[in-house]
Each structure stands twice: as C-alpha cells, then as structure tokens.
C-alpha cells in the first residue's frame, strides 16, 4: 500500500524560503509520475508542479513559475518542492500524489487522476 507523507511546512515571513519532503513507503517512486497541489482555505484545489518518472520533464503552475522547483531523490524514495520568494498567497496545506499518467496531463487536472495522496503539510506565509 502507498503510504506518502509530507513534511517540511511551516511559517515563514514573505520572501522566505521552505523545501517540502515527501517520503514514500509501500511503493518506488520512480514508477510514478509525482505531483505537489495545495489547496487554500475557501478555496479548490491547485496544481502546482509535477514531475515525470525519470526527473527531466518538470511542470508548474503558472503562479510558482520561476520560485517553486520539484526534485525526486531516488536513492531516498523522496520528492522534494523547494519554494522561494513566497508570498501570502503561497498560504495553504501542500500535498503529494503519485499516479500513472503523464506530469503534463496533472498539470491541468487539478490532481484528478493521482491515485495516492499524502495528508498534507501547512504551510503559512506571514509577517
């Protein structure tokens, strides 16, 4: 059974910066296609980034682009969502999936399609 969970979130002042970890146990990652969503109070669930099986196709959604990059460590069995210059709107509980299609499909799903979730890591951007 997949298990996946997150760590790593937190608060932080505007233009900080956080690494979120997601570990893996029940499965190998790298016969997934990962993805990190967050989802805002009041507010549906984004995409944020995806990345493929091999690590070298990477998306993001347009509101981290250029501040947020997904990493998978093999050797660890961990993804990994570094985020700089993050900003009050970066407010929100994080999470992983794992799934069987392509990064770039997630990229436009909103996460419909993972089929395993982690139970998510808050994270709070305030002064």
């Known amino acids: 059974q997949v298990q996946l969970v997150e760590s790593g979130g937190g608060l932080v002042q505007p233009g900080g910066s956080l690494r979120l970890s997601c570990a893996a146990s029940?499965?190998?990652?790298?016969?997934?296609?990962m993805g990190w969503f967050r989802q805002a109070p009041g507010k549906a669930r984004e995409f944020v980034a995806s990345i493929n099986r091999n690590g070298d196709f990477t998306y993001y959604g347009d509101s981290v682009k250029g501040r947020f990059t997904v990493s998978r460590v093999y050797s660890k069995n961990t993804l990994y969502l570094q985020m700089n210059s993050l900003t009050p709107e970066d407010t929100a509980v994080y999470s992983c999936?794992?799934?069987?299609?392509?990064?770039?499909?997630?990229?436009?799903?909103?996460?419909?399609?993972?089929?395993?979730w982690g139970k998510g890591t808050l994270v709070t951007v305030s002064s």
């Open positions: 999936a794992a799934g069987s299609r392509t990064a770039r499909y997630y990229s436009t799903s909103n996460g419909d399609g993972m089929e395993s």
């Open positions: 029940g499965v190998t990652l790298s016969n997934y296609v």
